[in-house]
């Protein structure tokens, strides 16, 4: 393999032709499949004189026909990745294809593959060229039809995207459907599936009075799992109408739940495809957490109809116009189901846990990269998280009304087009007359801004002062940056915790008033764009204490002087429910630095006891909500705590975070127990906010009395293990014992499996449950694992599950005879001849490996090492080695 080459934004450059309609044809066989496309091609400019660029890799073409006729040998070329037709005629002409592929061999699960005996295809972001010949790229958008012929009683449901407009027998056994799709759409979006399957069947009528029919399809025995997912699309369609005012343009929406899927889920037009863990659930196998999953990434696909297939991206670079837009569209969606205020926390804990330390690491980039080797790896935590909080911002300037009239003129202006970001901007901004200043450096500027603030409250003037100043850290390929505009969203407490009312504010030395039809308002938001700055508000009658950055209304490191007081005092009384979260996460994240620096240097570690007290209330106060208390009385992650440290020390964090764990289940336990005996589950299973938020106060207390010594709570730990009548509060019991090694723990573990052996999904979490376990030298049990029956390399989900489960596990991970490290880079090896795109997100495990001790920095670069020496390596893997070693 030469160098693999890497593609800037830069250097794009519009089609030389375009494509109109596209006819395919598959003859799907046990050996190969036959592929016959028949494409209407223009020039873009007419009587333009190019040669035609075609994608295709690992695709054996048998015969090439231009407006009817054979090509002859020197009229075109083939290399490993191009069809290259020289001279073209002139004007439209069409173009025939004939190609063999061998779906029965194709581990990558990108193109087209077969999952438990069912044929399915994976396109985005450049798996079209693994079908046919193509120019696989999304300005080219085509009007597609599909035709199917396969075995009758292998295949007997085939499905493309749009409509069925044919089906028939055929000789032989063999059956065929004919599917048209009305709409124009990139090659990414197209789809087939054909095998056993069953469908759970219902219908929507949308507010045009049109009746939709819906289809979510699995081996048949598990329909009876799909009612959640069905009750989820349905919700999506009616929240995309009421909140968006966006209808189903077809009348036939499929859902298809495969085992073999490398993500989550895909858009494809009408024909979604799943990996089948965020498709099925029922209560005894499911847990909350797969529910509410479930809710937002059936919502999340359903969105792309109008957020990346109706409007798609002009090239991959554009990833996040659809892909921030639309995760940003589903978290809305969610907090619209259950609680905001709790799902804005999990949101924003998982941008600290997650993109913080990729934007802060090698593999640093922009919402909207410059440049690529191989596309897959960029479907990351930036461009989807990062990018969702960018559209988050443009909603916190313009508010509700004005964030939708952008969406509505985006819609009205590019519906059919592949646009860009500064599209999405350019409507925001026009719908709304809007000064956004410098706002496009979100999209350009990777790394995450610092912001300091200092307040001063000077009583003769009655003024309260904040300064700002920021700073954005340098990343790979940008040295030097520029200050953003950050969005501040503020209120200022009074002494006995209420929002003082805010009229006008002196800002670079001009008096702007912030009133609302002069009356006071008791928010704002600030418009930092500078790299120092500073605003006073005035008539302010008392020292206040600031509630900064509410609802996080932009994704930065806000470091503040509030002291303790003023942080246990917003704990307390915020009226913004994320702030009070995020005051007590403060508090901790304090309070585990300096207990992790205590360990380091051997002194005795000390809880403060304000820090219990103020849990405490939290956790006793009945006007909280429930699933917001479980968030409240849960520590900063071990990761996110290592993120803010110089050297990274896994053993200390874990040690902090498990001694100040203990603490509080001591302190704390009779109010732990009363959570647990108040919380049990009362009548069936259901899925919504107060059962969910119930059952997570009571398993977050549950884990926590797990870590007493007593025979009593080990008692009650192991009830709730046997009691429990539903999969969330099993797993809870389960997670909650395994914390502690011994007999206990092998004996439940082993139950566990025996229950649930026959259920694969469920078995996944068995795995992921001891791969991320803490243990001491669990990497043995890991590699047991590796050869148990349950396990399987080429699945994606188990791969996830125990290797991705053992990435995430602090001490195991880690290990400083090197162990862990060793063991990731033989997986990964293996894993990069089966599937480099799961080998290529298990080795960006490694990525961070800068930010440990030099011990451990030399282990792991010996693995990045070995790795980028090995044959026959996948640009993939390379790309994430080689930018994790520079
Ligand atoms: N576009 C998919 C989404 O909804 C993700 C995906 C990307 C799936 C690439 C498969 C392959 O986010
Ligand atoms: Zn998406």
């Known amino acids: 393999m030469g160098t693999p080459k ?37 020039p873009r400019v007419e009587g333009s004189k190019f040669p035609l660029v075609l994608n ?47 779906p029965q061999n194709n581990t990558s699960l990108e193109g087209l593959y077969k999952s438990s005996g069912n044929f399915c295809t994976q396109c985005e972001a450049e798996g079209f060229r693994k079908i046919t010949f193509y120019q696989d790229r999304p300005d080219i958008m085509a009007k597609y039809t599909c035709r199917i012929e396969a075995d009758k009683s292998l295949y007997p449901v085939l499905l493309s995207n749009g409509n069925l407009i044919e089906q028939g027998d055929l000789e032989g056994g063999k059956h065929y459907a004919l599917w048209e799709d009305p709409f124009k759409k990139p090659s990414y979006l197209f789809a087939l599936v054909a095998g056993k399957l069953a469908s759970r069947d219902d219908s929507f009528v949308t507010r045009s009075g049109r009746k939709i029919s819906l289809k979510i399809w699995t081996p048949a025995e598990d329909v009876p799992k799909t009612e959640h997912a069905m009750y989820s699309l349905k919700a999506a369609m009616k929240w995309d109408e009421d909140v968006f005012g966006l209808e189903y343009d077809l009348d036939l929406f499929n859902v298809v739940a495969v085992p073999d899927f490398n993500m989550g889920a895909m858009e494809n037009k009408s024909l979604n495809i799943f990996n089948s863990k965020l498709v099925l659930a029922s209560p005894e196998t499911a847990s909350d957490g797969d529910y509410a999953a ?33 995760v940003f569209r589903d978290q809305e969606f969610s907090s619209d189901m259950g609680s905001r205020a709790v799902k804005r926390i999990a949101d924003v804990s998982r941008l600290r846990n997650y993109q913080f330390p990729q934007d ?83 999209y350009s500027q990777a790394g995450t801004p610092q912001v300091k603030v200092t307040s001063s409250y000077n009583s003769d003037g009655r003024t309260f002062t904040l300064k700002f100043r920021q700073e954005v850290p340098p990343t790979p390929g940008q040295a030097v940056k520029e200050p953003m505009f950050i969005p501040v969203a503020l209120g200022l407490l009074d002494s006995s915790g209420n929002n003082l009312g805010l009229s006008s504010i002196y800002h670079d030395g001009v008096l702007q008033s912030i009133s609302d039809n002069d009356q006071p308002v008791y928010s704002t938001v600030l418009r930092l764009t500078k790299k120092e700055e500073e605003f006073v508000f005035t008539n302010i009658p008392e020292r206040p204490v600031p509630s900064l950055l509410r609802g996080y209304s932009a994704p930065v490191r806000m470091e503040t002087d509030l002291s303790d007081d003023d942080l246990f005092f917003l704990l307390a009384y915020d009226s913004d429910e994320f702030n009070r979260w995020e005051a007590g996460q403060v508090l901790a994240r304090k309070l585990m630095l300096q207990l992790v620096s ?41 990761g996110e705590i290592m993120d803010m440290m110089e050297v990274a020390d896994p053993d200390a964090v874990h040690a902090v975070r498990t001694f100040i764990r203990k603490q509080l289940a001591n302190a704390l336990k009779a109010e732990f127990l009363a959570a647990v005996e108040n919380n049990r589950s009362s009548a069936a299973y259901v899925f919504n906010h107060p059962e969910l938020a119930r059952r997570a106060l009571k398993n977050t207390a ?7 010594e007593d025979a009593e709570t080990a008692n009650l730990v192991l009830n709730e293990y046997k009691n429990a009548s539903n999969m969330t509060d099993q797993f809870a019991a389960l997670v909650a014992i395994a914390q502690k090694p011994g007999e206990t723990r092998d004996t439940i573990l082993a139950d566990f499996y025996a229950k649930w052996q026959h259920d694969y999904l469920v078995v996944n979490k068995w795995l992921a449950l001891q791969a991320m376990s803490d243990i001491p030298g669990n990497i043995e049990n890991v590699k047991n694992l590796l050869n148990h029956k349950a396990f399987d390399l080429r699945n994606p989900n188990k791969v996830y599950s125990l290797i991705g489960g053992f990435c995430g596990s602090t001490v195991n991970f880690h290990a400083k005879d090197g162990s862990g490290y060793e063991f990731l880079g033989e997986v990964v090896m293996q894993l990069d001849k089966i599937n480099p795109q799961v080998a290529s997100r298990m080795v960006s495990a490694f990525s961070r490996w800068k930010r440990y001790d030099e011990h451990r920095q030399n282990l792991a670069k010996a693995q990045l090492e070995k790795i980028l020496s090995a044959n026959g390596l996948s640009e993939n893997v390379f790309e994430i080695a080689s930018k994790s070693l520079a």
């Open 56 to 102: 295709g890799d690992d695709v054996k073409l048998i015969s090439i026909k231009v407006n009817n006729e054979d090509l002859k040998e020197d009229d075109y070329v083939l290399d490993s990745r191009h069809l290259t037709i020289l001279s073209p005629p002139t004007g439209s002409f069409t173009l025939e294809i004939v190609n063999e592929i061998c």
């Open 6 to 42: 890497e593609i800037f934004l830069k250097d794009y450059k519009m089609p030389d032709y375009y494509f109109d309609t596209v006819d395919l044809k598959f003859l799907l066989g046990e050996e190969k499949t036959i592929v016959n496309s028949k494409i209407t091609v223009f």
């Open 294 to 326: 479930i809710l937002g990434v059936i919502g999340h696909e359903y969105f792309h109809n109008w957020t990346g297939n109706r409007v798609t991206c002009r090239d991959w670079f554009q990833l996040s116009l659809k892909e921030g837009l639309t």
């Open 360 to 442: 802060s690491g090698p593999m640093a980039h922009p919402v909207r990269p410059h440049s690529y080797i191989k596309m897959d790896n960029f479907y990351t935590v930036t461009v989807y998280e990062k990018g969702a909080e960018v559209v988050r911002m443009y909603k916190t300037l313009l508010g509700s009304q004005g964030f939708r009239e952008g969406m509505d003129l985006y819609f009205k202006r590019h519906d059919g087009q592949a646009v860009t970001c500064e599209d999405f901007y350019a409507a925001m901004r026009d719908a709304n007359d809007a000064d956004f200043a410098n706002f496009l450096l979100w």
């Open 702 to 708: 549950l884990a926590y009395l797990a870590l007493l």
């Open 598 to 638: 205590d360990h380091q240097h051997n002194k005795t570690l000390v809880l403060n006891s304000k820090f219990v007290e103020g849990l405490r209330s939290i956790l006793t106060d009945s006007s909280l909500d429930k699933e917001f208390i479980a968030k409240a009385i849960t520590l900063p992650g071990e």
